[in-house]
């Protein structure tokens, strides 16, 4: 069972910051956030994941509260690309290969 | 390398009828996974290989699936006497074992079962 809650839909205006949040707080000390997100018609794409520490690569960044209940992914400056379903998923670093994926957050980034 | 590749794109094919679908991973990949995705769901993990080795299959994999990664590259899923329940996507990924949270996901096959 998926271990995080999140809005199943968002709007946001292209050129602005999408702020997209999640809840996962049964979050275990051992449990990484990790971000995919799936435009239509294509797989899902790995975006970012962090611990608690705030995490920043060229696509987003990723703030987690210090108690690592919730966490924000933040696509700086949206483009009509960045239209898709956001998943957030809970999971160890190794020995639990799979993704458990829940329904997501679906972005539609506005012109 | 293009990434991992799917085939068919697209399946139709009647109730009772069995089908195959290939995955072609990311070469240095030594891990491969399929998952299933209904309308407005997120994937479902069914099954990953290791190499030519199957470490996991979850309990959707009934018995008329079978995943095999014969040489520990490409790798089929067959499901046999299908039903209309298995309409869905059927996604591959794959990813490197010590890198095993960021998998790379292929198109994915359309199955219809009419």
């Known amino acids: 069972d998926a271990k995080t809650t999140q809005p199943p839909s968002m709007d946001c205006a292209e050129g602005r910051a999408a702020n997209l949040p999640c809840n996962h707080s049964?979050?275990?000390?051992?449990?990484?956030v990790y971000w995919y997100r799936q435009i239509h018609s294509q797989g899902p794409q790995y975006i970012i994941h962090?611990?608690?520490n705030n995490e920043t690569n060229e696509m987003a960044s990723l703030i987690i509260t210090e108690d690592r209940k919730s966490s924000t992914l933040i696509l700086p400056h949206a483009t009509l690309r960045d239209t898709a379903v956001y998943y957030c998923?809970?999971?160890?670093?190794?020995?639990?290969?799979?993704?458990?994926f829940g329904t997501g957050t679906r972005l539609t980034i506005i012109p | 390398d293009t990434g991992v590749s799917q085939d068919p794109r697209h399946k139709i094919t009647k109730r009772g009828q069995n089908v195959t679908f290939r995955c072609d991973p990311i070469?240095?990949?030594?891990?491969l996974y399929w998952y299933r995705q209904t309308l407005g769901q997120g994937p479902e993990f069914l099954t990953y290989?290791?190499?030519?080795?199957?470490?996991?299959k979850s309990r959707l994999l009934s018995d008329r699936f079978s995943a095999e990664r014969p040489k520990g590259s490409f790798s089929t899923l067959e499901i046999q006497r299908t039903e209309q329940g298995d309409s869905a996507m059927y996604l591959c990924?794959?990813?490197?074992?010590?890198?095993?949270?960021?998998?790379?996901f292929g198109p994915g096959t359309r199955l219809t079962v009419t």
């Open positions: 990924a794959s990813s490197l074992m010590d890198r095993d949270y960021e998998q790379y």
């Open positions: 049964t979050i275990s000390g051992n449990e990484y």
């Open positions: 962090g611990l608690k």
């Open positions: 998923i809970v999971r160890v670093l190794f020995g639990n290969e799979k993704l458990t």
């Open positions: 070469s240095e990949h030594n891990r």
């Open positions: 290989f290791q190499n030519e080795a199957q470490l996991e």
